[in-house]
């Protein structure tokens, strides 16, 4: 059994400021080691549910936050930050489920540590067939566009409820309960491993009843970005449509080519915005 990871960072227990998540911040280097833990923690408990074979694609930031020599399982590492399929790059259909570990939710949330839709300095709102979505429902387009489940997501409770919603009967490991979007309560690094080690068990005994994400097809994203610069340039991509000021809309019948239509209009803003 083949097990696709995808890992982000934000939401790692114990982590709640940018100074953590990012280098050559002093902090980085300790929090590092726990989304370390976080993501062995996933493989080990898909490992015991009978999983043999893993690739983690390592997704937060510049994409090298893993040390692939102390990786659980001999696990596959995907690394570096240019991927065409970027959070979900390496995913096919001979792989049987899909982890999302350390995710976080969308920048429009109510209350969500570090919460970001892709890029905070140019997206202020996701809509997937009209419903907010965080990176992590963006990114089940890709695992619905090769039939394969998303059985696990770890982070926060906003996180989980916005993954349940395009990911229904998805196993949740909620290490931390956001307060604010620099503020939360979370587990002891110890137990929120433990917490993710047997959420992973489960998620995978249940693989076989697993169904692909729930996204009615053809599927339309719709974007609102920061400013009307942002929509603006982000029409000069083929097939994307201006609603107003601020916001634009993809559809597509093919959840992968919108998935990478949408990462190409978050690249090409991501210049002006910064």
Known sequence: MKIFISSDMEGTAGVVDWSQCRAPEPEYAYYRGLL?????????????????????????SKMVNLRPDALAHRARYLSGRHKPLYMMQGLDSSFDAVFFVSYHGSMSSRASTLSHTYNPLA????????????????????????GVPVVLVTGDDTTA???????????????????????????HPQE????????????????????????????????????????????????????????????????VRLYR??????LLTRGIAE
């Open 36 to 60: 370390q833990q976080e993501v062995n923690a996933s493989i080990e408990g898909a490992a015991a549910a009978g999983a043999t074979a893993f690739l983690v694609n390592d997704s937060h």
């Open 123 to 146: 997206i202020s709102e996701v809509r997937l067939n009209g419903v907010v979505t965080g990176e992590s429902g963006i990114n089940a387009l890709v695992a619905l566009g090769h």
């Open 161 to 187: 409820s916005e993954t349940q919603a395009f990911c229904p009967g998805v196993t949740s490991a909620v290490v931390k309960t956001s307060v604010s979007r620099f503020a939360a309560d979370s587990m």
């Open 192 to 255: 929120a491993c433990e917490t993710i080690r047997a959420a992973a068990e489960t998620a995978v005994r249940r693989v076989k009843d697993a169904a692909p994400p729930r996204i009615e097809l053809p599927a339309t994203l719709t974007v609102q970005f920061r400013n009307a610069d942002l929509a603006e340039m982000a029409t000069w991509i083929n097939g994307v449509v201006r609603d107003d000021d601020r916001t634009v809309h993809i559809t597509d019948d093919d959840p």
């Open 261 to 266: 239509t949408f990462i190409t209009m978050v």
